[in-house]
């Protein structure tokens, strides 16, 4: 084989290997959306509406929201760049502020929200009395002071990102200062490294509660309690250190260096795991488990009474 057909024989290679992570990104938009929007459903049945007494249901629903919206971002763009050669940043320079902004700041609350539940689960299991932070209406201000503590930090990007260049493209920078790699850099601060670590912390809090309490009988109700959500949260952080860590160690330092190829494939495992905590939930918890069941039967029956009805 010559070096000529060689090389055409790695790039076709390439280009199959990036059309089918485009639409693997596609598919993880219907699927991730579907069953966020389903997991938001479930969490607010009447078995879930006494959020008083589980706040913790306040994040999760907060959760499957910024879940949703992060599919429409970087990961929609693959799709898009491979299969129409087009992205939405370069759509106009509206469509490029406001995306550029919810690429950043979406997966940094969706982050840090799974850090509260963390931090909330261990004072819930090493506090006998509720503390400010297992309150409802407290839980409400932490979610909206993320939001407004995030929104500021990538402020500028809607503020500065985004401009035309000389020949009328549109370039997803700004013109006094260089958004990327930098902001890539923080990225991977406020989406991964601090998050995790506080996760770590968190969860090696609640284990140590877990497995050394005393052996009092209002504590043994508290652990059995406890005991499924301590293995969704430890679930849950070791499938954030593996599947978004590569995607954000990768953009920030070896973009220039590493095949697209890998970049997309990266990319595609970080927002995998954002369509994931339906299947977690349901595995892993077992009174969700028991709505679902219960929703979906109750669905099916409705469904064969109404088309079993006589017409008229």
Not at 6 to 28: G, Q, V
Not at 101 to 123: G, H, K, N
Request: with cysteine.
């Amino acid at each position: 084989m010559t070096n000529s057909s060689n090389n055409t024989f790695i790039n076709l290679k390439n280009e199959t290997r990036a059309s089918f992570i485009a639409y693997y990104s596609l598919a993880l938009i219907i699927v991730g959306t579907l069953l966020n929007i389903f997991t938001f459903i479930i969490l607010c049945q009447p078995a879930f509406k006494n959020t008083a007494a589980k706040p913790t249901i306040h994040y999760m629903r907060s959760i499957a929201i910024f879940d949703i919206i992060m599919l429409y971002g970087w990961n929609l763009d693959h799709y898009l760049l491979e299969v129409h050669r087009n992205t939405l940043q370069l759509y106009s320079i509206p469509f490029c502020k406001i995306c550029s902004f919810l690429d950043y700041f979406t997966p940094q609350m969706s982050a840090w929200l799974r850090v509260f539940i963390c931090l909330d689960r261990y004072l819930s299991l090493s506090r006998l009395e509720r503390t400010w932070f297992s309150h409802s209406k407290n839980v409400l201000i932490i979610i909206a002071s993320n939001s407004i503590v995030f929104t500021i930090i990538n402020a500028h990007v809607l503020l500065f990102a985004c401009f035309y260049n000389t020949d009328g493209s549109i370039n997803a920078n700004a013109q006094w200062y260089e958004v990327y790699p930098l902001w890539d850099y923080v990225n991977l601060g406020l989406y991964n490294c601090i998050p995790f670590i506080l996760m770590v912390i968190f969860d090696s809090g609640v284990i140590y509660h877990f497995i050394r309490v005393d052996q009092v009988t209002t504590i043994q109700h508290r652990r059995i309690q406890h005991r499924s959500i301590t293995i969704t949260l430890v679930i849950t952080t070791l499938l954030f250190l593996t599947m978004t860590t590569p995607a954000t160690v990768y953009y920030g330092f070896f973009t220039s260096t590493t095949s697209y190829v890998i970049l997309y494939l990266f990319d595609s495992l970080l927002y995998t795991y954002h369509i994931l905590s339906f299947p977690l939930y349901f595995i892993t918890l077992a009174k969700f488990r028991r709505i679902v069941v219960r929703f979906v039967t109750t669905e099916k029956l409705c469904r064969t009474r109404v088309e079993n009805l006589p017409i008229l």
